[in-house]
Structures are given as C-alpha cells and as structure tokens.
C-alpha cells in the first residue's frame, strides 16, 4: 500500500521547489506570502480546469486541483496530510460553501452540465465554469491557510466555524474580480483623459 501521510519533516527535504521555496526556515508571516501566491495559482489553476468542455470531468479536475493545493498547503505548514481525509474535508467544506451560497454552488453544477448541450450550451459552460471554480477554490485555499496557521490540522477542521470567513473571502474575491475585469478599460479611460487634459 503507498503512503498515505506526509509529515512536516518531508516537506523541506522531498522537493523545496514544489511549494517555492523552502518552508523549513521561514517565518509565519513569511509562510503566509508563499501560501497566498500557491493558492492564487491553483485558482487560476482550477479556472483552466473549468473550461474541460465534458460535462462533470470538468469538475473532477476541479477536485483534484483543489486537493493538490490542500496537499500543498499542508507542506507549507507542516500538517500531516492524508488523502482520504482530504478528500473528505473538501467535500463537507463543499457543504459549509454551499450554505454560505446555494446559488453560487447550483451556478457551477449547471455550468458543467450544460456543456452537454453543442454550442450555445458550451459556450455558456465556458463562461460561468471557470469563474465559479477559480472562486471556491480561492475560498477553500484561504480558509485553510486561516486554519494551518492557527495551529489546526486535518483532524481538527470543523467547516461550519469558517461560515463568516467563507463568505468574506468570497466577498474579498468578487470584489477582486470585480478590480480586475474593470481594472483594464478604466485605466485606459484614465490614460486618455490625461492625455487629452491641459
């Protein structure tokens, strides 16, 4: 049977670059910076793996995108990792989300099932899908680094004490969007108006 738990020591000597950097000697604040930046990747990550244009393997790469960033998080900060209580924990932490937000958890289920339908089904799922995953899995990365920097560990992450935190991440990522998706035509008006001003 393969080994199911990495501990803390495995992480500085299996691979220093697989989390960017050695985490053995770094501070917390630190740490944080680094798992922040990981899972800002794997959001962008879990965005490509939204535009799989099948049906429900789209969302299975989700999954495991968001399992190898909690697998990752876990080095970061030393945490025995298990795959099947990971596994677990993301899926009632699926639960916790969906409370916070049923109309953003039906969005993704119906952004990949309606990839079945040829074209316009298609190019709605590409549209909503990438979004919808990008998101839950910058909330999933953010509460886990609130709990592993606490001092928590697998066995102790309780999803219903994150409600408040899940949704200000999900509010602090909207906006984020929001910035980013706005941020290009209004610098740009910015850019023209100075030019144009006396």
Not at 105 to 112: E, F, I, K, Q
Not at 166 to 183: D, H, L, N, T, Y
């Amino acid at each position: 049977m393969a080994q199911e738990t990495t501990g803390a020591g495995m992480a500085g000597s299996k691979d220093p670059g697989a989390t960017g950097s050695d985490t053995t000697g770094m501070t917390d604040q630190e740490r944080d910076q680094v798992a922040s930046k990981l899972v800002d990747r794997f959001s962008l990550w879990s965005g490509a793996a939204g535009l799989i244009p099948i049906p429900l393997v789209d969302m299975a790469a989700v999954g495991g995108v968001q399992l190898q960033m909690l697998r990752r998080l876990s080095e970061i900060y030393g945490v025995p990792f298990s795959e099947n209580r990971g596994k677990s924990i993301l899926a009632s932490l699926a639960g916790a989300v969906i409370l916070a937000s049923t109309a953003t958890t039906t969005a993704v289920g119906v952004g990949s099932l309606v990839k079945s339908f040829p074209g316009v089904g298609t190019a709605i799922g590409a549209l909503t899908m990438p979004v919808f995953s990008a998101g839950a899995t910058y909330v999933i990365g953010k509460v886990f680094i609130q709990h592993f920097a606490s001092g928590g560990t697998l066995l102790d992450f309780n999803p219903p004490d994150y409600r408040e935190f899940i949704k200000a991440q999900k509010e602090k990522f909207a906006a984020r969007s929001a910035a980013s998706s706005s941020g290009s035509p209004a610098s740009a008006t910015r850019s023209a108006s100075s030019k144009g001003g006396p």
